[in-house]
């Protein structure tokens, strides 16, 4: 009964890469925190990495070190449902059916596909174009109220919006209509290197790994760039001081301290005192996370229950789904 009451939300993250601090403490450190209010499903998308070239050994280790990180975040299993794209076969059905109420023209639009075939123009294939079809599908499949993912993804959560209405449209209402949900809330992580950009992956001396040993991160926070100004304090400007805002953004979400907190903290103190405490900080706060993931990823038999019940509780709910869809636009039943 309760459950009935709750709203669901869902999201995914490809497990193409190491999960790094700005994951942490833009998205997951809040999903943790949802659970109670809302009815949670959150998946490795495995599918979606495909679409550019994995090494299969890599993808696999990585999809189950996710989730071992995941947990280990705070995402209890026992009160989300986590699970593994391609074990809910569903995806792929209902993806190859919503290809076919997607417009070429609604494809050709979308940022991310310009941009990735920009980067990997020796493999533009049609799955990278498809992409946001079964990324409509992967939310459809729930009948989500919310779906959290950051601002690079609002475009395909839009395009799963018209999809929506288009399905809608001409069979009635099969489809609940999903809202974008901005995860601006989390705090919104730059490079440590180059603070006019995002922290990610690609450019690994100015990211922290969540697994990263705490020597590494120590020498990453003492290297980071801090601006040129002659003032040489510690004072929040993102626009002036982008590369010591951001390292006021992760002391502030680490420590929960405010802006003014932390400037009067370090007052007159200068630069030297700040990145060594703000690494400090970071190494505190990822060291359990990183202890709890190396426990789990030995732990093979408890992931593996883990990912199948995930898979077994999804499947279930995204079949009703299916079974309504092929109803509708006309597939003889079985
Ligand atoms: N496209 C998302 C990303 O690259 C991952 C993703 C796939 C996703 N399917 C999803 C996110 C469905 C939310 C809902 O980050």
Redesign the pocket.
Known sequence: MENEAKKVM?????PSGDLHLGNYLGAIKNWSVRADQFDCYYFM?DM?TITVRQNPADLRRRTLEQLAQYIACGLDPEKNTLFVQSHVHQHAELGWVLQCYTMFGELSRMTQFKDKSKKNADNINGGLFAYPS??AA??LLYQPDL?P??E??KQ?VELCRNVVQRFNGIYGDVFKMPEFYSTKAGARIMCLTQPESKMSKSMPEGCVFLMENPDDIMRKFKRAVTDSDTERCVRYAPDEKPGVSNLMSIYSAVTGKSYDEIEAEFEGKGYGAFKPAVGEAVVELLRPIREESQRLIKDKAYLESVYRAGAEKAGYVAEKTLRKVYKKIGFLQR
């Open positions: 869902l999201s995914g993250i490809q998308a979606h079964l990324m992967d939310i779906v993912v950051g690079d993804q395909h």
